[in-house]
């Protein structure tokens, strides 16, 4: 499949039909991997970001266990169901995928979307067991919109850990695991994603001014205020749409 012309859009699309609504959820999907890739947050076999079907809501399309990030197309996705049993596709599925996002979905009806990987930056921030603080506009967008899960109990191989990772996001859009990494969710993939690479980002952003010296905090008001302007899911869309145009004219064998 070649990637044809973007069309600028300020909201996400709508379909006619689940199939055109799937493979759209696919392609997003795809690029997202591809993007990961790109900005080095594949970490071996680790990660793993899923979308829910839009026909069948209790099942949700994964990357393939094994597989790397930069290669993944439309095609390679595989669908489970929230016991772990693969319903398409044949290769294997990441157990910690299964455990993790399956809780997360089934708590979350509200989530299409969500994304975890073990990006530089966002694991060294997550050692710290500590909030985002609203240093800079861009931390803004999860102001008082994430969460800390600091009960690290080893790698995610038990539902028991799911439920609590998906007890501590609660009824907001992303949570540090510590000692672990990011997990975000959004409304769409667009937005999971982009979530996921801008905390990833502050993440950095507040290493470096913590080495740095003692960095000054945005005021309650403004933050709330900037929270409001580039925290919301429409905002969070968007944002992501740049790096998909992107992704696609450089990678458009994703699509396939």
Not at 160 to 168: C, H, K, N, V
């Amino acid at each position: 499949m070649q990637a044809g012309p973007f069309t600028l859009s300020f909201a996400p699309p709508t379909f006619e039909s689940p199939a055109d609504e799937r493979l759209h959820r696919k392609q997003r999907l795809a690029a997202t991997f591809r993007l990961f890739a790109k900005f080095g947050y594949d970490e071996g076999v680790a990660g793993h970001v899923t979308v829910r079907d839009p026909e069948h809501p209790e099942t949700f399309w994964v990357n393939p266990f094994g597989l790397d990030f930069g290669r993944i197309r439309v095609r390679d996705l595989i669908r489970v169901d929230h016991e772990g049993e693969t319903v398409e596709g044949e290769l294997p599925v990441n157990r910690a995928a299964f455990v993790i996002h399956s809780r997360v979905h089934r708590a979350r009806p509200d989530v299409v979307a969500a994304a975890h990987s073990h990006a530089m930056h966002g694991k060294a921030f997550s050692t710290l067991r500590r909030l985002l603080a609203p240093l800079t506009q861009d931390a803004c967008a999860f102001y008082g919109d994430h969460a800390l899960y600091d009960d690290f109990g080893g790698v995610a191989v038990d539902l028991d850990e799911g439920q609590r990772i998906a007890t501590a996001l609660g009824p907001k859009k992303a949570v540090i695991l510590a000692n672990h990494g990011l997990l975000t969710v959004g409304e769409t993939v667009d937005a999971a994603a982009w979530w996921f690479i801008t905390m990833d980002r502050s993440c950095r952003a507040e290493l470096l001014a913590r080495a740095a010296g003692e960095p000054k905090e945005i005021g309650p008001d403004a933050a709330q205020q900037s929270f409001g302007i580039t925290g919301n899911p429409l905002a969070g869309w968007f944002q992501f749409q740049p790096l998909y145009q992107r992704v696609v004219h450089e990678q458009p064998d994703l699509l396939d």
